[in-house]
């Protein structure tokens, strides 16, 4: 847990001082070429030594801050409007999305999203609704008393008559590179099946699994698209503009940032971080992550 407390403070360190700096030369959201914001959140809850959470409370100051700051949260048919058929969006137009299905996300982020009036987008990888084992990059936790379990499939379509948009994150949890090229194809394909039989609409948007440029390959972005999804979602940081590839949509990962922080993220400032999501960032991440001893699957 102390590991993990350093790290964040590290990461917010490094954020602000790449954001102030930035900042101070004036390189700021320059809207035209930043037409979407796609905000990738995971759990919302206030367990202790917990990572990858935002705590209830600061996700709600987030919440508020993103209005307060002139933002405007946006549906997925927006998304799809844009990058598909060309309809403009609105100003400061952003996407809030969460991964993985946590229970949380319902218990806890759905009220905040609705005391605000936001739409948002809930990835889930359908291998673990309604199960009880935890997801892989959980089973650390889980070992060490930290559950955080996953939503089943009446709560996702719970969630989802809620105004959560229930989109895809495959089957497995796995990221496509490291599987055989059917079982990804499986992975994508038969996913976007299954949640499109439980909702009874079409599914259109795919997140992948880590989704660094090291986790998916251009085969991976043919099959997403011949498989009939509009979208699709990286974890590459970053803002998207009107010719952004629709297969390959940036997304800020959002942590306990502090107000300032996450000012400066949503502006732009903290853009060059997305070089840790380059082939090469990734793998030297992981390297660090392996020396602090905070690896997941």
Not at 109 to 132: N, Q, R, T
Not at 138 to 153: K, Y
Not at 247 to 256: D, G
């Amino acid at each position: 847990m102390k590991a993990t407390r350093a790290k964040q403070a590290l990461k917010n360190g490094i954020y602000r001082a790449i954001g102030e700096t930035v900042a101070g030369a004036g390189a700021l959201d320059g809207e035209g070429g930043r037409t979407l914001r796609a905000l990738m959140y995971h759990k919302v809850n206030d367990i202790p030594g917990n990572p990858v959470t935002v705590p209830t409370s600061q996700f709600d100051e987030q919440m508020a801050q993103l209005r307060e700051l002139g933002y405007q949260a946006v549906g997925l048919d927006a998304v799809v409007d844009h990058y598909a058929h060309g309809k403009p969006l609105p100003r400061g137009a952003t996407l809030i999305t969460f991964d993985d299905g946590y229970r949380d996300n319902l218990e806890n982020a759905l009220p905040i999203l609705k005391k605000h009036g936001y739409p948002a987008v809930l990835f889930v990888p359908i291998g673990y609704l309604g199960e009880s084992r935890p997801l892989p990059h959980e089973e650390r936790l889980t070992a060490q008393g930290v559950r955080n379990p996953t939503i089943d499939w009446g709560e996702l379509r719970e969630l989802e008559a809620e105004g959560v948009r229930i989109e895809c994150h495959g089957i497995s949890h796995r990221p496509v590179v490291a599987l055989a090229l059917d079982e990804a194809a499986r992975e994508i394909v038969v996913s976007k099946l299954r949640l499109e039989d439980a909702l009874g609409r079409p599914v259109q948007a795919f997140a992948f699994v880590k989704g660094s440029e090291a986790d998916y390959l251009p085969v991976h972005l043919s099959l997403v698209r011949q498989a009939g999804y509009e979208l699709g979602f990286t974890s590459v940081s970053g803002a998207n503009g009107p010719r952004s590839d629709r297969f390959r949509l940036r997304r800020y990962n959002v942590e306990p940032y502090p107000a300032r922080t996450f000012e400066l993220v949503l502006r732009g400032a903290c853009d060059l971080i997305a070089l840790k999501d380059t082939v090469a960032g990734t793998y030297a991440r992981r390297a660090f992550n392996a020396a602090l001893g905070t690896s997941s699957k």
